[in-house]
Nanobody, 124 residues
Framework: QVQLVESGGGLVQAGGSLRLSCAAS????????MAWFRQAPGKEREFVAV????????YYANSVKGRFTISRDNAKNTVDLQMNSLQPEDTAVYYCASKSPGGSLYLAKEYVYWGQGTQVTVSS
């Protein structure tokens, strides 16, 4: 059983930055793909970014490409999301998630383990 705990959310003005962190325990962290998803009020949970097990590759939603950066530290069992140039439309609860190899990297239903989420609010 993998436990994921996010931190780092908060309130920021448009154009500002935040860094989210996710700490994992249980399981073997380096064997999982790690991703960030977000869910805004009244909307479905959507893919934000994913990083491969060795951190060799990362993939992003078009809406965040060039502004967000996902990274991981397999020695510390952590995955981070650096968010720059934040906009009001980035306001959502952000979730850390993990999955084993196989299946789509971009679909929430493919991810087995989820954190409790951290709120990010961007004011205009």
């Amino acid at each position: 059983q993998v436990q994921l705990v996010e931190s780092g959310g908060g309130l920021v003005q448009a154009g500002g930055s935040l860094r989210l962190s996710c700490a994992a325990s249980g399981g073997t962290f380096s064997t999982y793909f790690m991703a960030w998803f977000r869910q805004a009020p009244g909307k479905e949970r959507e893919f934000v970014a994913v990083i491969t097990r060795s951190a060799g590759s990362a993939y992003y939603a078009n809406s965040v490409k060039g502004r967000f950066t996902i990274s991981r530290d397999n020695a510390k069992n952590t995955v981070d999301l650096q968010m720059n140039s934040l906009q009001p439309e980035d306001t959502a609860v952000y979730y850390c998630a993990s999955k084993s190899p196989g299946g789509s990297l971009y679909l929430a239903k493919e991810y087995v383990y989820w954190g409790q989420g951290t709120q990010v609010t961007v004011s205009s």
